[in-house]
């Protein structure tokens, strides 16, 4: 089986995020930038209230024997500060029944 690894951080850690993955191995992600409030509810900056907040989602497909060794990385890499703080962000971990690669339709698994 595989797993699919979303983790959803700071813009300003995905480029060490996806850095710290390549280094070990994992070169192979999908990046994108999304909108979303955790439990801060937003963010007021003095009058001004915003209610989404920009962050960024990597997407990364491993074997299960990886998941542990994947999300540590995701973690101390997206992690500000030495304890971190909150909204650094969140990993979500999903199982992946199949996967197809388009230009041979070939399956994967």
Not at 17 to 26: I, Q, T
Not at 34 to 62: F, W
Request: net charge positive; hydrophobic share 40%; proline share 2%.
């Amino acid at each position: 089986m595989m797993k699919m690894i979303k983790a959803i951080i700071r813009p300003e850690k995905v480029e060490d995020v996806l850095d710290a993955l390549m280094k070990k191995g994992y070169s192979a992600a999908t990046r994108m930038n999304v909108l979303g409030r955790g439990k801060q509810k937003g963010l007021k900056v003095g009058v001004t209230y915003y209610d989404e907040i920009p962050k960024e989602m990597i997407m990364i497909v491993v074997n299960d024997e990886d998941e542990e060794k994947v999300i540590k990385i995701i973690a101390d890499s997206a992690k500000t500060g030495k304890n971190g703080t909150y909204g650094d962000g969140k990993i979500f971990i999903s199982d992946v029944e199949r996967a197809v690669t388009i230009s041979s339709g070939e399956n994967r698994l």
